[in-house]
């Protein structure tokens, strides 16, 4: 039988793999469908839907949205299965793409302000189609400011850190809606990364994104236990969510993480997932 992996990067965002290496792992690895969901761009997808067409693995359009809820922040996952995303979606992505390349530049200059010497070009050599923290977070580690990229953005990038700076994010509902209005699907992604499992804030949380529309919630996830699995399993259910799974791989810069399997293979994403996903795409498109 073969695998589906529904969340994967590539080198055109904070993977380290070219979409043509992602391919080629991912048919080697036996798999038999593929999303790419590049952060804020398809540019991976795109480069790599050809070379998916010659080997005979099926290439799934995704991306996943930063987006702001509450006091923090949420990524959604957003597939469009069977349709492009319409011209109105990538209007908007472009807008996205400029916030960014704005913070870039602000951050660059706090940066050099703190007498770091990290050029914005150089990052973005690294960072190509989407250049964002993580290039920062490389070049502050090859430049011996930081151990690794972890203390990079404890440090200096992240929220806490010397130097953060804010960039111009939706919020998680007008990303939602964005994204069905479009013909997608979002899903939540993650969901370990937003609220204790069990917890009064995950409640809330769900509540409020159901009551904003969203239909999906990727219970399988690289970070997710078994235990912690079947818990968003069983909340899609009760929500009334269809769920959605994929490794987050991002080669070299996860090196832990296994194309469909996870962390020690532990990941299984059961093959119904894919169908489903599409079954909701088109009952979306239809209402």
Known sequence: MKLIDLHTHTDESDGTYTPAELVDAAVQAGIGALAITDHDTFAGYEAARPLA???????????????????GYIHLLAYFIDDEPRPEFLDWMNEMAASRRDRNQRLAARLKELGYDIQLEEVERAGKALTGRPHFAQMLVQKGYAKNRGEAFRTILGETGIAHVEREAPTTSDAIERVLRAGGVPSLAHPIRDARPGSAEEARLL???????????????????????RHYAALAKDYGFAVTGG????????????????VNGSLSIPASVLPDLRALSQSLRHR
């Open 53 to 71: 067409r010659a080997r005979g693995l099926e290439l799934i359009r995704g991306v996943e949205i930063g987006t702001k809820h509450g006091g």
């Open 247 to 262: 490794s987050d791989f991002h080669g070299a810069a996860k090196p832990g993480v296994m194309l469909a399997r996870g």
């Open 207 to 229: 509540t409020e994104l159901k009551r904003a529309g969203l239909p999906a919630i990727e219970a399988y996830h690289s970070d997710h236990t078994a235990r912690e699995t």
